[in-house]
């Protein structure tokens, strides 16, 4: 049964970088049946979807956040990351590590989400 | 303001049935397989519905999903308290090259 967990800081300052990794158990990212995505929630507020990477390192992501995003795949550790750059207050959410089959869309497996407060 | 539109709440009994409805456009939800999740209060949303209308194994089919056109609707029969969670909808968006969510609805279980 594959398994995500994201890790990273709890609390970034404004303008700094948050960097979250997602350790994938029971599976693995190489699989090219799949793709690798964040997703991020506001507190009490809606889904968004940040981005993805394939097993080939292709990315995805949403324009709004396009300039500010990186995803990268480490296929040595089974891991894959999120980078997102000079964050403001408006970036505070819980962000959640997803796995999509992509035949159907499907964001089938998701891990327990880690809350990031931008704060100085 | 979210690109797909979800009603912000319902309710009805336990036992009763409840409908969701999910609004878009011909650049997402027409064209697109719309898929559905649950987010139980403090927990990460799961997996309900994909291809609009098919459950994943484990999912009772008290928990059904249809489509027409530019719309998509998550049913519940047979309300049970434990159903009380916020609900999404998601699918792709061609226009705006990014998956999408809608605000989410919230369920009560009166």
């Known amino acids: 049964q594959v398994q995500l967990q994201e890790s990273g800081p709890g609390l970034v300052k404004p303008s700094e970088t948050l960097s979250l990794t997602c350790s994938v158990s029971g599976g693995s990212v190489n699989s090219g049946s799949y793709s690798w995505n964040w997703i991020r929630q506001p507190p009490g507020r809606a889904l968004e979807w940040i981005g993805n990477?394939?097993?080939?390192?292709?990315?995805n992501y949403n324009p709004s956040l396009k300039s500010r995003v990186t995803i990268s795949l480490d296929t040595s550790k089974n891991q894959f990351s999120l980078r997102l750059s000079s964050v403001i207050a408006a970036d505070t959410a819980v962000y959640y590590c997803?796995?999509?089959?992509?035949?159907?869309?499907?964001?089938?497996?998701w891990g327990q989400g880690t809350l990031v407060t931008v704060s100085s | 303001q979210s690109v797909l539109t979800q009603p912000p709440s319902v309710s009805a009994a336990p036992g009763q049935m409840v409908t969701i409805s999910c609004s878009g456009s011909?650049?997402?939800?027409?064209?697109?397989?719309v898929s559905w999740y649950q987010q139980l209060p403090g927990t990460a949303p799961k997996l309900l519905i994909y291809?609009?209308?098919r459950r994943p194994s484990g999912i009772p089919d008290r928990f059904s999903g249809s489509k027409s056109g530019t719309s998509a609707t998550l049913g519940i029969t047979g309300l049970q308290t434990g159903d009380e969670a916020d609900y999404y909808c998601g699918t792709w968006d061609s226009s705006l090259t990014a998956k999408v969510f809608g605000g989410g609805t919230k369920l009560t279980v009166l």
């Open positions: 291809e609009n209308n």
């Open positions: 990477i394939d097993s080939r390192g292709s990315t």
């Open positions: 997803v796995r999509e089959t992509i035949l159907n869309s499907a964001m089938s497996k």
């Open positions: 011909n650049s997402n939800v027409e064209n697109y397989y």
